[in-house]
């Protein structure tokens, strides 16, 4: 009889190990870097792996959270990155305000999402095959307008003192992009576990057909949920650009795999496996270390790449090995 | 009567199995002997599916083991169980619809062309209309898609599965529920040849009286545990019913004053082609309407385009005195209609959300300040509704997966409940569901009515159409053929209309 109540403890031990594979890498991973590469605990490389690594992908990584979310994916989060700084630039150098500016680049990732919305919300496309051709579409869009892929330099002197504010401000000693991402994340954590909007988003993507039966608004979902991930990652594309005062064009699907591993690799922090950004942030922290860890270890830049892939690989096995038990 | 073979084949021996610290099963012993139709009954949970998921290999128990003809095994996998000649027609697995036939009733045991890779498909198409042929009379393309066939030819492909393998078990897990009377019966001369040809049958099954006809042992389990197994001929359906929920039931269907009100919901004129011609009727408040027919008479069609599911090309649809619209189920919902869908795995709930998500998912806005769920609001929401319709679950953070099937089909009506709608389309509302449930539901649908609620009840359950409702609207290709008031007809006087043979019968009799 006593056997039984330890059983479903051990259940639950099973249970809580299998969302621990998440936290116990980074730690890993930290340590490793800690003693095989020196500078790594030095203050101001952690630093930089926050500004230089963390920031932007978490915002992306964060948008890409709720595409996963309603059961989709994103391919053009960077085709957004790159449309909100395409818009941004082009306004300042046209003399525009940079408070317009800001705002013509979101506008110039809502097209993105927009257009995203109408494929796969209106006329039905698989999310994957729907972003897939945005992101072939804005290449070439992106090509076209900069005569076939030639970055778009600011001036040094021409631009006004505020531009810079986003990508190299300070508050209260605090780098400002690292303080976009904190709001960034926290206004997104709260939308996807605590809204209705967040809720209606899990469910789509869960069961689509049940929120139909319920009344729900489907395709008024799935359209918001595109536009929003557009959105987001707009403001990276408005944080890079003012940070390196420049639009490289379609420089914005660098962030693309990263986004879509620290998504997935997150799955793995939650009870019912489901995308939440608390995993996302986490997911980008793992990646952000490691890509720094391995740099500084010296490690071939090739090999940064194979290092992240087995790392996913291993987050994903061990969480999925100790939940089938 | 068949003489009752002494012979087990099947002996369950201690068997214990919990999830997560909740115990489906304890100490379960029971023995099934050969060529016997066994029947196995229990309220929702009582752990009918988990006995036969253990059989099945798909679950292991955490104590006792299995013999199969004399052996003992303590570790049953898919596989092995297969290989015994034990073939399962599972409650919820479903066929892939993107299959074809051929695929469904070959997976993973394709016949190969002798000394290539490819698949024999000639043999394939061959012993299937062999089987199909001399079982159900029927021949079935190996090329048509799982999703093109109705429920009762979906069943069909998985018994075949099975047949084609000449199995020594069979198990059904409710195979009946989502059938019309007509298709059940020839599912039950189909397991009475098959036990004539020596195969055991295990059958689970919430209709006492199908058990009664049908089985030679039944097997009561209550809670997890084995209260009884007798010989059909020294027991009833009333004990039966009396060992399964420990008390009685009392009447099946609540006395109700039927007073109907004003008109809540007018339809006139509706068509679509080849689905319904010409309907129109009236739904009064506080007025239960049921609705029946054969597949494909159109009740159902109608239903589905009440909440917009699907269009109707000409006709108004008028709900109390706002204007004719066109439906989606946005605005169905709004104009606070509710729909109970049949197919409740795939419509009705989300299995991979909590029950408390799905009790509220068709009612956020009552749950949500400022954009946000109020959690505490929607969590006595979800208690309250468990402890209404007594849901057994561990908890309502617990994903719907981990509920039994009756209990799922009570959280698809809690869904509705909670939105407080006015007009309930109730489809196949008590599928799978158990006879003390069943009261339950009727008790509900009966306050409904009475606060003034119009509902709707499709049902192939003739007497529950009959018990239930006030009045009966009978689909006859199409067409409403005929309209009853439900206290004046008999269900063999309905079946013959529903089947269209009332004139024939009338001739004869
Ligand atoms: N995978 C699972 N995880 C957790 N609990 C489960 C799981 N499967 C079944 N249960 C629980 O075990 C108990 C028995 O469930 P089971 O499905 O065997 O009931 P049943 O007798 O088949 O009921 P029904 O008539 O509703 O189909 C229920 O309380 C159910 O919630
Ligand atoms: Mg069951």
Known sequence: ?325 | MIQQSTQPIIHFQGIEKSFGGAKALSDVSLTVHRGTVHGLVGQNGAGKSTLIKLLAGLHRPDAGQVEIDGEAYDHLTPHLVESLGIHFIHQDRLLVPSFTVGEALFLGREPRIPGTPFLDRRQMQRRAQEVLQRYFGLSLPNSALISQLSTAEKQIVQITRALLDRPKILVFDEPTAALVKREADLLFTLIRRLRDEGITILYISHYLQEIEALCDVVTVLRNGRHVATKPIAETSAAEIAGLMVNRDIGDLFPIREKSPGAALLTVEGLSATGRYRNVGFTLYRGEVLGLTGLLGSGAKDVLRTLFGLETAEEGTVTVAEQAPWRASPVQAARRKLALVPEDRRRHGVALDLSVSENTTLASLPRFTRLGLVDRASEAAEADRLITRLQIKTAGREALLRTLSGGNQQKVAIAKWLSRHSDIYLLDEPTVGVDIAAKVEIYALIAELAEKGAGIIVLSSDLPELIGLTDRILIFFRGEIAREVVSDTITEDALLAEVTGSSEATRYVG
């Not at chain 1, 490389?45 to 959270?65: D, G, P, R, Y």
């Not at chain 1, 796969?120 to 579409?137: D, E, H, M, N, V």
């Open chain 1, 1 to 325: 009889m006593s056997a039984v109540p330890a059983l479903g403890a051990e259940r639950r031990l099973v249970e809580a190990a299998s969302r621990l594979a998440l936290p116990v890498a980074l730690v890993a991973v930290f340590l490793l870097f800690s003693a095989l590469a020196p500078g790594f605990l030095a203050a101001a490389n952690l630093q930089s792996v926050l500004v230089n690594n963390f920031t932007l992908l978490s915002i992306v990584a964060v948008a890409m959270t709720f595409a996963v979310s309603a059961g989709g994916i994103d391919l053009s989060v960077g085709t957004a990155v790159d449309f909100a700084s395409f818009a941004f630039v082009s306004l300042v150098l046209a003399g525009q305000p940079v408070p317009l500016a800001l705002a013509a680049g979101l506008g110039g990732g809502a097209v993105v999402g927009l257009f995203n919305a109408v494929l796969i919300a209106g006329i039905g496309i698989s999310p994957f095959l729907a972003t897939l051709g945005t992101l072939f579409i804005g290449r070439s869009v992106q090509q076209l307008l900069t005569n076939g892929g030639n970055p778009v330099y600011l001036p040094p002197a021409g631009v006004p003192e505020s531009f810079h504010l986003l990508g190299r401000g300070s508050l209260a000693g605090l780098p400002v992009p690292l303080l976009i991402a904190a709001l960034v994340i926290a206004l997104a954590a709260v939308i996807l576990a605590r809204s209705r909007f967040g809720r209606v988003v899990t469910a789509v993507g869960i069961e689509a057909e049940v929120v139909r039966y319920s009344g729900l608004p489907l395709k008024a979902h799935l359209a918001a949920t595109y536009v929003l991930v557009a959105l987001i990652a707009a403001v990276a594309g408005l944080v890079l650009t003012s940070t390196v005062t420049v639009y490289i064009p379609n420089s914005g699907n660098a962030f693309l795999l990263n986004a879509i591993g620290a998504a997935f690799i997150g799955t793995t922090l939650h009870r019912h496996g489901r995308p939440n950004i608390a995993g996302t942030v986490l997911g980008v922290l793992l990646l952000s270390l490691v890509a720094n860890g391995l740099l500084m270890s010296g490690l071939n830049f090739y090999w940064q790449q194979v290092g992240t892939g087995l790392l996913i690989f291993t987050v994903l096995a061990l969480s999925f090995a100790s939940r089938k038990v």
